[in-house]
T-cell receptor
Framework: GAVVSQHPSWVICKSGTSVKIECRSL??????MFWYRQFPKQSLMLMAT?????????EQGVEKDKFLINHASLTLSTLTVTSAHPEDSSFYIC???????????FGSGTRLTVV | GIQVEQSPPDLILQEGANSTLRCNFS?????LQWFHQNPWGQLINLFY???GTKQNGRLSATTVATERYSLLYISSSQTTDSGVYFC???????????FGQGTELSVKP
């Protein structure tokens, strides 16, 4: 079945630094990838939608200059949290959709802690 | 925007019991999916079910699109069923998955 690899699974960084999270579709081409953020005991909140080769579409209230998304190939999307602050600490999850299907495959998530 | 509401928010079961989780949505949707998030955060797709009924082992799901709700049935629950169950609907534009707030299930031995 479809597999999405997300790295790192957890990261601790200092306030003010940047962190990059990678999301790869291993056995299919993902024309669309989605990035979610999940706070403890809460649901997944969609941050942005990225399509290969074009700029990401951000949801209302999500700062595009802070959460940089690059979808340079059909199998790789990256999320960079720039100038991270403690309030950015959260669980970030990516999802990839295979072209022409409604199948959504999720990565295993990245737990970010900003100290 | 579209609203997705799940009930109950929390559920505690004794192993072997059955349960029904509900998902209501406020607008017509392309389809609906059910997910299980395990305690480590991994999301697993359980059902893609825009309408009708599907079964997979001890789990089954029914969506009545005209009445805007879906139900997830868990029979003979096991401790490994513990976690959070989410329903999510696909918004027409861009295929965005919009999640409900989830039902946190705890199955006790």
């Amino acid at each position: 079945g479809a597999v999405v690899s997300q790295h790192p699974s957890w990261v601790i960084c200092k306030s003010g630094t940047s962190v990059k999270i990678e999301c790869r579709s291993l056995d299919f081409q993902a024309t669309t990838m989605f990035w979610y953020r999940q706070f403890p005991k809460q649901s997944l909140m969609l941050m942005a939608t990225s399509n290969e080769g074009s700029k990401a579409t951000y949801e209302q209230g999500v700062e595009k200059d802070k959460f940089l998304i690059n979808h340079a190939s059909l199998t790789l999307s990256t999320l960079t949290v720039t100038s991270a602050h403690p309030e950015d600490s959260s669980f970030y999850i990516c999802s990839a959709r295979e072209y022409g299907t409604y199948g959504y495959t999720f990565g295993s998530g990245t737990r970010l802690t900003v100290v | 925007g579209i609203q997705v509401e799940q009930s109950p928010p929390d559920l505690i079961l004794q192993e072997g019991a059955n349960s029904t989780l509900r998902c209501n949505f406020s607008d017509s949707v392309n389809n609906l999916q059910w997910f299980h998030q395990n305690p480590w955060g991994q999301l697993i797709n359980l059902f893609y079910i825009p309408s009708g009924t599907k079964q997979n082992g001890r789990l089954s799901a029914t969506t009545v699109a005209t009445e805007r709700y879906s139900l997830l049935y868990i029979s003979s629950s096991q401790t490994t069923d513990s976690g959070v169950y989410f329903c999510a609907v696909i918004y027409n534009q861009g295929g965005k998955l919009i999640f409900g707030q989830g039902t946190e299930l705890s199955v006790k031995p």
